[in-house]
C-alpha cells in the first residue's frame, strides 16, 4: 500500500502493480504544506480521492476520513463516509482510534461501506498523544493496543493500519486478529506495509521518520531537472529546433506588411 493524492501519480503506482492505495490526510503535511493533518476538510479529501480514482482503476482505493468527520457521533461518520464513497469514488474509508471509534466503525460497516481501521500512533490526535512517539512501550499500553485491535475487527473493519508499534507488539497483534494488518513503523511481521510515497522516494525532506526506507533520491533528481531546465531557458538552447513548429519566412513576411498596412489606416 502506497499513499496517493494525484491523477498523475495514480497511473504509476496502478501500473506498477501496487495493491491498494491510501489517499490519506497526509496530503495535509506534502501537498498542502500544513504543519500536521489537522486542518485537511472532508472536501479536501473527496477532491485528492476523486482523482486518485480516476487514475488506479486496479487498486483498492482507501480514503481517510479527516479529523472531525467522523468523532462527534455516529450519524456524522456515516454520512461522511458516504460522501468519501459517493463523491470520491473510494472503495472504502479509514478513521483513526480503536475502542472509542468502534461504535462509528460498527454503523459505517452496517451502511455498506468497508473500513479500514487505524491503531498506534494517530496523527489526528497528535496533541493528545504528546507528539509523534512510539505507541504500547509499556505493558499497560501494549495491552491497550490489543484491545483496540480486537474491538476494531469485532466491529467490522476488514483491515487495519499498525503505526509506530514496536515490531514484536505489531505481532502479536497480527497473530491475535484474523484481518489484516497493515504496518507502518511497526516490523517485518504485518500482513502488509503502507509509506508515503514521498517519503519512500525522497521527495519530502521537512521530517523523515526513522521506519521510512528511501527507494529512490527523486527529489535531489527534479531538483536537478528544475535547475536544468532553468538554466537551458536562460542560455535560449531551449527549445531547440526540433522542439519547435516552423513555418515559411515569406508568409511571416506578408502578414506583417499586412498588419502594417491597417495599422496605418
Not at 463523491?87 to 452496517?110: F, P, T
Amino acid at each position: 500500500m502506497l499513499t496517493c493524492y494525484d491523477y498523475s501519480t495514480a497511473k504509476l503506482i496502478n501500473k506498477a502493480g501496487i495493491d491498494s492505495i491510501l489517499v490519506g490526510d497526509s496530503l495535509g503535511n506534502t501537498i498542502l504544506g500544513y504543519p500536521n493533518t489537522l486542518p485537511v476538510t472532508l472536501d479536501d479529501m473527496i477532491h485528492h480521492c476523486r482523482a486518485v480514482t480516476r487514475g488506479a482503476p486496479d487498486c483498492l482505493v482507501v480514503c481517510d476520513m479527516p479529523f472531525m468527520s467522523y468523532e462527534t457521533g455516529v450519524y456524522d461518520a456515516v454520512v461522511n463516509a458516504g460522501r468519501l464513497m459517493k463523491e470520491g469514488g473510494a472503495d472504502a474509508v479509514k478513521l483513526e482510534g480503536g475502542r472509542r471509534v468502534a461504535a462509528q466503525i460498527r454503523a459505517i460497516v452496517e451502511a455498506g461501506i468497508p473500513v479500514q481501521a487505524h491503531i498506534g500512533l494517530t496523527p489526528q490526535s497528535i496533541n493528545a498523544l504528546g507528539g509523534f512517539k512510539v505507541q504500547g512501550k509499556d505493558a499497560e499500553a501494549a495491552a491497550a493496543l490489543l484491545a483496540d485491535a480486537r474491538a476494531v475487527e469485532a466491529a467490522g473493519a476488514f483491515s487495519v493500519v499498525i503505526e509506530c508499534v514496536p515490531a514484536p507488539l505489531a505481532k502479536a497483534i497480527t497473530d491475535l486478529l484474523t484481518i489484516p494488518t497493515i504496518g507502518i513503523g511497526a516490523g517485518a511481521d504485518c500482513d502488509g506495509q503502507v509509506l508515503v510515497y514521498q517519503d519512500m522516494l525522497g521527495m519530502y525532506s521537512d521530517f523523515v521518520p526513522k521506519f521510512v526506507r528511501q527507494f529512490a533520491q527523486l527529489g535531489e533528481a527534479m531538483t536537478q531537472a528544475f535547475q536544468d531546465y532553468a538554466t537551458a531557458v536562460k542560455d535560449r538552447t531551449f527549445p531547440n529546433e526540433s522542439e519547435i513548429f516552423t513555418m515559411d519566412a515569406s508568409v511571416v513576411e506578408a502578414a506583417v506588411k499586412e498588419f502594417q498596412k491597417g495599422d496605418e489606416v
